[in-house]
């Protein structure tokens, strides 16, 4: 069974460029999520796709905006990238058969942006 | 409001020691999951436990044993007989609707031989 995977491991952007961060989610899985997590801080939840639909999002601008494919793998997009974006972001998937809590998410290794 | 906190920042021990993670959360559900992850070097987060609000029981896993207590709102970590693969970062996380996770700001786990 493959786990979930991102791309690019790395990434080096300067600020007011935009980036597409890639997600591949674990083989049956229907949901992700992605968080961003600054140095010495928790991830932070930025949003879930559930059936290729938003099925939530936290506290960040619309600039980050994302997509859920009918194979359920998922983007993140980040546009006017700003030096506070720099932070490993982590993609995790789960499968939700309802709209119940608890489901157990799987993280990937995440993507190390940089912005300069 | 919702919110996981961790108050230790950083933990130091000698291999074979017990050390015990602290977390304390905040919600107004009546339903909701707990959860334990460790973030080693590496960065990525490895699952270790989850509990839900209606289970109060203690659970053991080899070296590893949580006590969750409602009354305190807390759900602590720990390790016996630590061991220098135990170092890492630990987060408690809280499951909240749409079932995203809300992590504390993590225990930086040292173990020395």
């Known amino acids: 069974e493959t786990g979930v995977t991102q791309s690019p491991t790395h990434l080096i952007k300067t600020r007011g460029q935009q980036v597409t961060l890639r997600c591949s989610s674990q083989s049956g899985h229907n949901t992700v999520s992605w968080y961003q997590q600054a140095l010495g801080q928790g991830p932070q939840f930025i949003f879930q796709y559930y059936r290729e639909e938003e099925n939530g999002r936290g506290n960040f601008p619309p600039r980050f905006s994302g997509l859920q494919f009918p194979n359920y793998s998922s983007e993140l997009n980040v546009n006017a990238l700003e030096l506070d974006d720099s932070a490993l972001y982590l993609c995790?998937?789960?499968?939700?058969?309802?709209?119940?809590?608890?489901?157990?998410?799987?993280f990937g290794p995440g993507t190390r942006l940089t912005v300069l | 409001a919702q919110k996981v906190t961790q108050a230790q920042t950083e933990i130091s021990v000698v291999e074979k020691e017990d050390v015990t993670l602290d977390c304390v959360y905040e919600?107004?559900?009546?339903?909701?999951?707990l959860f334990w992850y460790k973030q080693p070097p590496s960065g990525e987060l490895v699952f270790l436990i989850r509990r839900n609000s209606f289970d109060e029981q203690n659970e053991i896993s080899g070296r590893y044993s949580w006590n969750f207590q409602k009354s305190t709102s807390s759900f602590n970590f720990t390790i016996t007989a630590s061991q220098v693969v135990d170092s890492a970062v630990y987060f408690c996380?809280?499951?909240?609707?749409?079932?995203?996770?809300?992590f504390g700001t993590g225990t930086r786990l040292q173990v020395f031989p």
């Open positions: 995790a998937s789960s499968i939700k058969f309802s709209t119940g809590l608890g489901n157990e998410q799987f």
């Open positions: 919600t107004r559900d009546t339903t909701y999951y």
């Open positions: 996380a809280l499951s909240v609707p749409p079932d995203k996770l809300i």
